[in-house]
């Protein structure tokens, strides 16, 4: 006897109208993510402000403050490098069309080393994020 898969059943408009609705679903997340790695980033700011405001008027209660600053948050940390080893990704990959679209070979040359350093920039984002 034959498995039944999950597309059983479905036409290819069907299956098509479920993937929209999971690609769009898995971006309403990664927004949310994003905002909430957002706001996080903020409440550190703010913290860091707070701790600087105390130091120049009362040290007694600097203490307390340093405190919040020692809260952690791995995933928003994980989340905001991995925003910036895209970024370094993309850049890369401008580097590369660049490089492809490019006459002079010495420039084009050029072009690829930067992209391979931003390649290699992303990689160390990535690891630094993972410790």
């Given at each position: 006897?034959?498995?039944?898969?999950i597309?059983d059943?479905?036409?290819?408009?069907q299956?098509a109208?479920r993937?929209?609705?999971?690609?769009a679903?898995i971006?309403?997340?990664?927004?949310?993510y994003a905002a909430?790695?957002?706001?996080n980033a903020?409440?550190?700011?703010?913290?860091d402000?707070t701790?600087?405001?105390?130091?120049?008027?009362d040290?007694v209660?600097?203490?307390?403050?340093?405190m919040?600053?020692d809260?952690?948050?791995?995933?928003?940390?994980?989340f905001?490098a991995?925003v910036?080893a895209?970024?370094?990704?993309?850049l890369a990959e401008?580097?590369?069309?660049?490089?492809a679209?490019?006459?002079?070979r010495?420039i084009?040359?050029?072009w690829r080393?930067?992209?391979?350093?931003?390649?290699?920039?992303?990689v160390?984002?990535r690891?630094?994020?993972a410790?």
């Amino acid at each position: 006897m034959k498995e039944r898969g999950i597309t059983d059943g479905l036409t290819m408009n069907q299956l098509a109208e479920r993937n929209a609705e999971h690609v769009a679903t898995i971006a309403a997340l990664e927004a949310r993510y994003a905002a909430l790695a957002a706001e996080n980033a903020g409440l550190k700011a703010a913290i860091d402000s707070t701790i600087g405001w105390q130091q120049s008027t009362d040290p007694v209660n600097v203490e307390s403050v340093r405190m919040l600053v020692d809260i952690e948050t791995p995933e928003t940390d994980a989340f905001l490098a991995e925003v910036r080893a895209q970024g370094a990704d993309e850049l890369a990959e401008l580097y590369f069309t660049l490089a492809a679209h490019e006459a002079n070979r010495y420039i084009a040359d050029s072009w690829r080393e930067s992209a391979r350093f931003a390649k290699d920039y992303a990689v160390q984002i990535r690891k630094g994020a993972a410790q």
